[in-house]
């Protein structure tokens, strides 16, 4: 039987095993995403790397000239970070309270890391937060799993991982519900999108939505 049981299990196989997945997710960087997310932005914008892991599209982001901060609730993942990316901060919070103040942000990217939430309504105050620490005009990325079957929720193995992690699944209009209800805009919104890794069985919604 699986030690897995939901939200709080995960991020502690986060912070136990942080280096060797650190260094499995650098491997896979989502270069179309981050590209044309950075192209949206004026220069010297500020982007908050909501699940910023092992910092690796906090790095790209760094590269492009951009003011990054980084927010990771596994204190294993943001050690990892720390001594890849001295450069920028990293901060250890959660999604449905961020420790920052309104309106600071140009930018929030969010990729993969809404997922080991229990209950809907905890990704709905992410969004709201999101929303709260944009500036006005400012941009979400949000990359979320689409369901393998018709569950909502389920503990799963990946070849990422190795081994089980909990995971909340997302459709196209639920992403476009959720964002429209936080106050956002929805600028695009793509299912079926290829997998970063290369697992024909994983599937993803990518969406772009501006406060």
């Known amino acids: 039987m699986s030690d897995i049981k939901g939200f709080k299990d995960t991020i502690n196989w986060y912070n136990e095993n942080a280096k060797a997945y650190a260094n499995v997710l650098a491997q896979f960087p989502n270069l179309k995403l981050l590209e044309d997310f950075a192209d949206l932005l004026p220069s010297g914008a500020s982007i908050l790397d909501a699940g910023s892991a092992g910092g690796r599209d906090s790095g790209f982001f760094r590269g492009r000239g951009y003011k990054v901060t980084g927010i990771d609730l596994s204190e294993g993942l943001l050690n990892e970070a720390r001594m890849t990316h001295p450069g920028i901060t990293f901060v250890q919070g959660d999604f449905r309270e961020l420790p920052f103040e309104g309106e600071t942000f140009d930018a929030v990217w969010s990729h993969a890391s809404l997922l080991h939430f229990e209950t809907i309504e905890d990704v709905e105050k992410s969004f709201t937060e999101f929303h709260r620490v944009l500036r006005p005009g400012g941009v979400l990325s949000v990359f979320v799993k689409q369901p393998p ?13 190795g081994h089980d992690r909990f995971f909340q699944w997302f459709t196209a209009p639920e992403v476009k519900r959720l964002l429209e209800e936080a106050g956002f805009t929805v600028e695009k919104i793509s299912e079926n999108f290829q997998d970063p890794a290369g697992r024909k069985d994983v599937h993803w919604v990518a969406a772009l939505g501006r406060r």
């Open 149 to 161: 079957g018709k569950e909502k929720f389920s503990i799963v193995s990946d070849k990422l991982s």
